[in-house]
């Protein structure tokens, strides 16, 4: 399949060369049609007219297709512009599921076009999973899948794939109903390999796993990763089958979940939009509001130290220390953290391991805290006058932080979970400012005892 450049495609539009453009953007990948045409104009969104008209250059089933790739300022852009014909044509080719996602990111007017140019009953099944919480199965699922009968024969239910899988998102598993609730399950692989007068009831396999319309996306997702699923059928209390979710609608989720964890980590409300499409404005405020509690933080921590200024005035070359000390907690801190989060996003660990998990930080700490603690005793013993005291108090001090910075990093993911809080939140700058205060704290009250230093 050919690719061309985005660099390609502005010559061709420059030269008013459109029979080759045409020709040439035809034969590519619909996700990379979207991706280049995403690169043209994000810089410059207001050669709107070239934009449609490279649009309208499309052939019709292709352009239906980049339309659901594009992003949600294109759609609105290209709703508006379209007669009701055209729109309705590119509703009718797409899945009910990414209609649905669009009209998430849609104003009121554009909604209200979308719905009035559905067809009745893609208008009723949009209207039914808008019903559904926007963090639920039951919001990312898709009523296009294909249901048979255990009555049927094997060549019946081919017979039926081939009458309507044209207009099903995916036709590799096929779901047996009764009276609309799901008794099981059957891939095209086994009615591939079973013969033509094999009924469906005897090869379809009975241990099913589903999930509620109420279940959260991301567990969802999840089961993707676990089972690795093509698509996972979705059941209402009373287990009649109401829809599915495919595969790229749980690596959508995954991908949002990420983005939304990465940005709590760094200290940011996470963006509901791309980096170059979120305004200024959205950015700082996106990142002010954690910026002033850690500032607030770190305020406590100058509040700590001038606690503690009798000893460095009588001994200055403490101050020396404490960046290297803070850093040190800080930075074993944040690796415990990032584990325990990654092995809870993957459900490897529980609330019900913590005092398991403590233990085991415990016994690292330990191991890690005395390789630092002999190296930086060493050090400074050699390069401090041979002041043994101050060598073990420094010591001693990097072996407690240590040692405490990764107990605490462990424990705060956990008790996050626990009080239904995303434990990403825990992660570093906030598990730093907060480990940076107990290491002060911890510093000096061991370095004024060793040294003899009276608060």
Known sequence: MADISVSRIEELLNERNYAVLKEEISDMNSADVAAAIDELYED?????????????????????????????????????????????????????????????????????????????????????????????????????????????TVSEAFDKIRSVGVNKETIYTCYVTENRRLIGIVSVKDLFIA??????????????????????????????????FLAIPVVDKDYRLVGIVTFDDA?????????????????????????????????????????????????????????????????????????????????????????IIRGMAVDEIHFTDFFKVIFKEFRISILISAVLAVVNGVRIYIMYGHNTTLSLAVAVSITATVVMSKLIGAALPMLAKKCRLDPAIMAAPLLATVIDMCSVMLYFTIASAMLGIYI
């Open 44 to 152: 410059s969104f207001d050669e709107k007219a070239e934009f449609l008209m490279l649009y309208r250059l499309l052939p019709k089933d292709t352009a239906a297709e980049v339309f659901t790739f594009m992003n949600s300022d294109m759609q609105e852009y290209l709703i508006n512009a379209f007669s009701d014909t055209e729109l309705r044509e590119v509703l009718s080719k797409s899945f009910i599921d990414d209609t649905v996602d669009m009209i998430e990111e849609m104003p009121a007017n554009v909604v209200a076009r979308i719905l009035k140019n559905s067809s009745t009953g893609a208008r009723k099944a949009i209207n039914e999973i808008l019903k559904y919480p926007r963090d639920s199965a039951g919001s990312i699922m898709t009523i296009e899948y294909v249901s048979i009968h255990k009555d049927m």
């Open 195 to 228: 013969d033509d007068d094999d009924i469906i009831g005897d090869i379809m396999e009975t241990n099913i796993i589903s999930v509620e319309t109420t279940e959260d996306k991301e567990n969802v997702a999840k089961m993707f990763r676990k089972y690795d």
């Open 251 to 339: 690596m959508d989720v995954i991908e949002e979940e990420d983005s939304e964890d990465v940005s709590k980590m760094y200290a940011m409300t996470p963006m509901e939009d791309s980096y170059f499409r979120t305004s200024v404005f959205r950015h700082a405020m996106n990142r002010i509001v954690w910026l002033l509690i850690l500032m607030i933080g770190m305020s406590v921590t100058g509040v700590i130290t001038m606690r503690y200024k009798t000893a460095f005035s009588m001994m200055p070359i403490l101050v020396a220390f404490m960046p290297m000390i803070m850093d040190t907690g800080g930075n074993c801190g944040s690796q415990s953290s990032t584990l």
